[in-house]
């Protein structure tokens, strides 16, 4: 078998059928197998998906064993030669795939490979790649430096700017949200570390990687990746949860630096969370504003049956093709459209002024970043 695929789910029923959907397209002429981990979503997830895709391989836990723990109930019991750690809400391509494995195969140090993630509207996510958290790049980081000088290599080494997200590149850090990796290294490495309960785990991960000999390399195929928003990154819980695993990190592979960074992480922690409360503070002092802007848009809908995807989503007026000028809301229709045709076009015609969905065809829903 060629590949396993392993996908951890919380409660993002639709956007769990649409990654499946875009897994099986993508896995047209590879033998492998799909294994989705369900954290207690307490919700039809499963049934939902089960009934779509009775092929794939699903386990269904008691209890939210967090991220880490959930991947390893799956990657224990691949049976691929490569395995596909991948985001529940993510949309792939039958390129992201072929490439990586094609690259896996012609680089015997390759331990696992990234891609090209984009959000919803085609913007390159920096978390794509990144270098290891030094005492120096996370000083950098927790401080601002490295937003301040987003294109330098001495204070932006975090998220590696400075380095062509077009091309291929041998970097630290992959994303947990799609790591191609070779299983057997996988395993011997025993998966991810449980000690991260969210965060960080992958940069653990990554790291074990390189510790081991391999190398960690980023290919400029492109992907969606939703971001699930869950957990806002000006929210207190994220500051805590974020920093703590940064700790969690220093304290095993960085134990000499304890006395020095574990201050220095604190105060971070302040920091952020000191502009976070005013952050939210300054907020409830502006007159709050009804619904997202994006919401009063007009609609542009790409379909060959553009009336009836208007008809089924209740959207009254509509354009057939993006106006040159103006803002809109893009509906591409994924029943006339591949996965991979949709990625490509939203990569295409990103533009600030536009905010793309999908619409379901099998289910007759519009799905939007605001679900995740």
Known sequence: MELTVVIVNYR???????????????MQGLEGEVIVVDNLSMDDSIAFSRERHPQVTYIENRENVGFARANNQGIMQARGEFTLILNPDTIITPQCLQEGIAWMKSHPACGAIGARMMDANGVFLPESKRSFPTPWVSFCKIFGLSKLFPRSPWFAKYHLRYLSD???QNIDILSGAYMLCRTHVLQQLGGFDEDFFMYGEDIDLSYRIVKAGYQNWFLPTPMIHYKGESTHKDSMRYVRVFYDAML?????????????FYPIVKLGVMVRASMSMAKRLFKRLLPKRSKPASESWPWVIISDKADEVARRSDIHAFEDHIPSEGNYNVLVDDGCHTCAQVVEYIREHSDSRLAF????????IIISPKMS
Do not use: C, W
Not at 12 to 26: I, M, N
Not at 248 to 260: A, E, Q, S
Not at 357 to 364: E, M, V, Y
């Open 248 to 260: 969690i990190f220093y304290r095993k592979h960085f134990p000499r630096f304890n006395i020095l």
């Open 166 to 168: 077009l091309e291929p």
């Open 12 to 26: 993002v029923k639709y956007l769990l059928e649409q990654t499946l959907r875009s897994v099986e397209q993508a």
């Open 357 to 364: 969905h999908i619409f379901a065809d099998r289910h007759g």
